[in-house]
């Protein structure tokens, strides 16, 4: 069965902290991985999108790499600010033309 | 640049009434999908349309309609609601397939008593 996994369910950090965000997945036939950020009461936001053949993507403070061997994917967060405060998804897209979502980390980023 | 709407925000309806969610996209995208959020369940997909004038069911369709009204517009449609269907439910648009990046609205808030 196609799953994906994401661990901590919450975390809760002091500003400035540099920190990691996991996501596992049980099928290695990926086609991409995307990493969404989810405000309350909002809709999802796309942050970072990796191709199977891909090991990382950055965008500003994001770092988001993928090492499909083991089924894992991490989502690394720079310098953390209290606007980083969300839930933050990844969604496995399988060659079976499937999208998995996992059910996120919520994140908490105190002053 | 509003991106993907989603009308209303909030709905609540009676067992067994109907209501119909709109969402409309401006982003010229081919592909548009319809999911709910549930706690502990992660977003599962309902319907989606591939492009324009067409239509297939996702992995929890049903008690749900669709309908591809043109390129912007897709709704669904709960013809007789239930309390199972209590959930945030996301409309999405991509360019392509859901190899793209997805774009979603804010959600719907929909509670069946």
């Known amino acids: 069965k196609q799953e994906v996994t994401q661990i901590p369910a919450a975390l809760s950090v002091p500003e400035g902290e540099n920190l990691v965000l996991n996501c596992s997945f049980t099928d290695s036939a990926i086609y991409n991985l995307q990493w969404f950020r989810q405000d309350p009461g909002k809709g999802l936001t796309s942050l970072l999108l990796?191709?199977?053949?891909?090991r990382e993507q950055t965008s500003g403070r994001l770092n988001a790499s993928l090492d499909k061997s083991s089924g894992r994917s991490t989502l690394y967060i720079a310098a953390s600010q209290p606007g980083d405060s969300a839930t933050y998804l990844c969604?496995?897209?399988?060659?079976?033309?499937?999208?998995?979502f996992g059910t996120g980390t919520r994140l908490q980023v105190f002053p | 640049n509003a991106g993907v709407t989603q009308t209303p925000k909030f709905q609540v309806l009676k067992t067994g009434q109907s209501m119909t969610l709109q969402c409309a996209q401006d982003?010229?995208?081919?592909?548009m999908y319809w999911y709910r959020q549930d706690p502990g369940m992660g977003l599962r997909l309902i319907y989606y349309?591939?492009?324009?004038?067409?239509?297939d069911k996702g992995e929890v369709p049903n008690g749900y309609n669709v309908s591809r009204l043109n390129k912007r517009e897709f709704s669904l449609r709960l013809e007789s609601a239930a309390p199972s269907q209590t959930s945030v439910y996301f409309c999405?648009?991509?360019?392509?397939?859901?190899?793209?990046?997805?774009?979603f609205g804010n959600g719907t808030r929909l509670t069946v008593t």
């Open positions: 969604a496995v897209f399988y060659n079976t033309d499937k999208l998995i």
């Open positions: 982003m010229n995208h081919n592909s």
């Open positions: 999405a648009s991509s360019e392509g397939s859901l190899r793209s990046p997805l774009h």
């Open positions: 990796i191709q199977s053949s891909q």
């Open positions: 349309s591939a492009s324009e004038g067409t239509t």
